[in-house]
């Protein structure tokens, strides 16, 4: 299997980043909203930062969280997915970023029985979809 990246990608990562939504399929999440937490990794080829200290050649991960929150605070959605999706379409917005993973944490889900956290996770491609290469045979 080879890489699916011409160059190897490096990370930067936010986490526990804090929104308050109105999110949920349930009419008391819409009226009331709650505390959302969220984690973003991003994928992207650092080399040009650290080569030239350039803000300009990376992602400025206060603007990124920033642009998070406020993707987390804007329209309500039934299903904490969607946010993922809407967060994940932010981060991938700035042209360096590969890869992202997301995670919607809803810690205050409406659930009968005891519980630490409730979350989501999704990976996303800049290209919309993951390339693995596969080789058999002799070359």
Not at 106 to 113: D, H, L, R
Request: no cysteine.
């Amino acid at each position: 299997m080879t890489a699916a990246f011409d160059s190897p990608l490096d990370t930067i990562t936010l986490t526990g980043l804090r929104a308050s939504g109105f999110h949920g399929v349930l009419e008391e999440e819409r009226r009331n909203g709650q505390v959302f937490v969220i984690d973003v990794m991003v994928h992207l080829d650092l080399r040009a930062a650290a080569d030239t200290d350039d803000l300009e050649q990376t992602v400025h991960y206060g603007a990124l969280a920033e642009d998070v929150v406020a993707a987390v605070e804007s329209d309500p959605v039934d299903l904490i997915e969607t946010v993922a999706e809407r967060v994940a379409s932010v981060a991938l917005a700035h042209a360096s970023v590969k890869v992202v993973v997301v995670t919607i944490h809803k810690p205050s889900a409406p659930i009968t029985v005891p519980f630490d956290d409730v979350a989501v996770t999704i990976t996303r491609f800049a290209d919309a979809s993951p390339r693995t290469t596969i080789g058999f045979g002799k070359r």
